[in-house]
């Protein structure tokens, strides 16, 4: 059983950078792929960042790619997201998720475990 917990959220004008951060507990951290989704109101949740186990590969959504950075600290069993560039439309719920396996993965439905989520909101 792995727990997420995220944190890190809030307001920032468009333009500026955020990182969020999401501890997991356990042992086995550095088993899991990790993975960031973000969800805004009325739409669906979806994929923005993942990472491997050893921190070496990482994909990126291509709304975010060049100005999301996705990073993991093994020893300190935890991932960041950090957010430059922001625009309005990055507003959202962010969710870290977990999954035990060796390649990064975009699906959701593959995540096995999830965090609470923390709010990003990006003002114009």
């Known amino acids: 059983q792995v727990q997420l917990v995220e944190s890190g959220g809030g307001l920032v004008q468009a333009g500026g950078s955020l990182r969020v951060s999401c501890v997991a507990s356990g042992r086995t951290f550095s088993r899991y792929v990790m993975g960031w989704f973000r969800q805004a109101p009325g739409k669906e949740r979806e994929f923005v960042a993942a990472?491997?186990?050893?921190?070496?590969?990482?994909s990126y959504a291509d709304s975010v790619n060049g100005r999301f950075i996705i990073i993991r600290d093994n020893t300190k069993n935890t991932v960041y997201l950090q957010m430059n560039s922001l625009k309005p439309e990055d507003t959202a719920v962010y969710y870290c998720?977990?999954?035990?396996?060796?390649?990064?993965?975009?699906?959701?439905?593959?995540?096995?475990?999830w965090g609470q989520g923390t709010q990003v909101t990006v003002s114009s």
């Open positions: 998720a977990a999954v035990n396996g060796p390649t990064a993965t975009t699906v959701a439905g593959r995540y096995d475990y």
């Open positions: 990472i491997n186990w050893s921190g070496v590969a990482a």
